[in-house]
């Protein structure tokens, strides 16, 4: 089992900035690829951004490219979303998320946290 805790979540103006973090504990989080995901209100979830277990390969939505950034530090068992250049758009629960590499290939993921609220204002 892993447990995943998002925090960093708030209110920015947009252009603004904020840096999401993600606090793993329990089975050693370095065995994990991770991703980041988001829900808007009436919206369903949508991908952000994922890394693999090593950090070596990074991937991101479209809309994201470009303004965010995906890193993790695996002797701190944390993973994070930095995000600048931030939108009226980009306002949504942000969740975390770890896959094994079975799952991560096919998109899935096996643990999931419970999400951190961002809210960007015009």
């Known amino acids: 089992q892993v447990q995943l805790v998002e925090s960093g979540g708030g209110l920015v103006q947009a252009g603004g900035s904020m840096k999401l973090s993600c606090a793993a504990s329990?089975?050693?989080?370095?065995?994990?690829?991770m991703g980041w995901f988001r829900q808007a209100p009436g919206k369903t979830r949508e991908f952000v951004a994922s890394i693999s277990w090593s950090g070596g390969s990074t991937f991101y939505a479209e809309s994201v490219k470009g303004r965010f950034a995906i890193s993790r530090d695996n002797a701190k068992n944390t993973g994070y979303l930095q995000m600048n250049s931030l939108k009226p758009e980009d306002t949504a629960i942000y969740y975390c998320?770890?896959?094994?590499?079975?799952?991560?290939?096919?998109?899935?993921?096996?643990?999931w946290g419970q999400g951190t609220q961002v809210t960007v204002s015009s």
């Open positions: 329990g089975r050693a989080f370095g065995w994990y690829n």
């Open positions: 998320a770890a896959a094994s590499d079975s799952n991560w290939y096919q998109g899935k993921y096996d643990y």
